[in-house]
């Protein structure tokens, strides 16, 4: 729970007050944040539903970075910044960001020490490329729908159901793991950000 009553929500501004505000500090910068897809599918989902382009632009995920570069039971921002003594998140906007801020710069020194120096690097990184190792392989179709920005419709084969399901992704990048290539993509089905293991996608088709 974030604390929020309904009264305050109730007397906040609409988003598409806001919304010229946020594409102007999203203009020309790197958004950085804590799972950044999973909010940016809503961002860019009020966006559109307002009319306005989705944004655009290099983005880093610390959720991603700091799952390369650590290893910890819990990888919330709250458990990170415990663990590290950092800023404490409140699911307050300064509170939050401070401790993001923190975050990242105790991230950028272990990206250092692993030869991680310019944005490119690290936006490598979080996919799980080293500086140097070559990008992973696409099937024609999903680097098709990455490049356009394409959701697609796969059947898949996840372990924990043996039977193939019918679900509708939009792919946001390919990583690198030690057990294969997996596309990350916003699942309509579960609502959420997840990973999917590219020999286990049967078969795919553009929306």
């Not at 944005?119 to 099937?139: I, K, Q, S, T, Y």
Request: a neutral charge; hydrophobic letters at 45%; glycine letters at 6%.
């Amino acid at each position: 729970m974030n604390g929020f009553l309904d009264s305050e929500l109730a007397a906040a501004p609409l988003f598409h007050s806001a919304a010229g505000r946020v594409a102007a500090l999203a203009s020309g910068a790197v958004m950085i944040a804590h799972n950044l897809p999973f909010d940016m599918t809503f961002l860019n989902a009020e966006l559109a539903r307002i009319g306005r382009p989705h944004l655009a632009g290099p983005t880093l995920d610390t959720l991603a970075l700091a799952r390369r570069l650590l290893r910890r039971t819990s990888y919330s921002l709250a458990s990170l910044a415990r663990d590290l003594q950092l800023t404490t998140p409140t699911h307050r906007a300064l509170a939050d960001v401070l401790a993001l801020r923190d975050l990242f710069a105790h991230l950028q020194t272990g990206m250092a020490e692993l030869g991680v120096e310019t944005l490119g690097d690290a936006m490598r990184l979080e996919r799980g490329l080293l500086p140097g190792a070559p990008e992973p392989a696409a099937p024609a179709l999903i680097a098709r729908a990455l490049a356009e920005g394409r959701a697609i419709s796969i059947c898949y084969r996840s372990r924990s159901s043996p039977e193939p399901t019918l679900r509708t992704i939009r792919p946001i990048y390919l990583t690198s793991e030690s057990s294969g290539t997996y596309l990350r993509a916003y699942c309509e089905l579960r609502q959420d950000v997840r990973a999917f293991a590219i020999d286990k996608i049967e078969s795919a088709e553009l929306c």
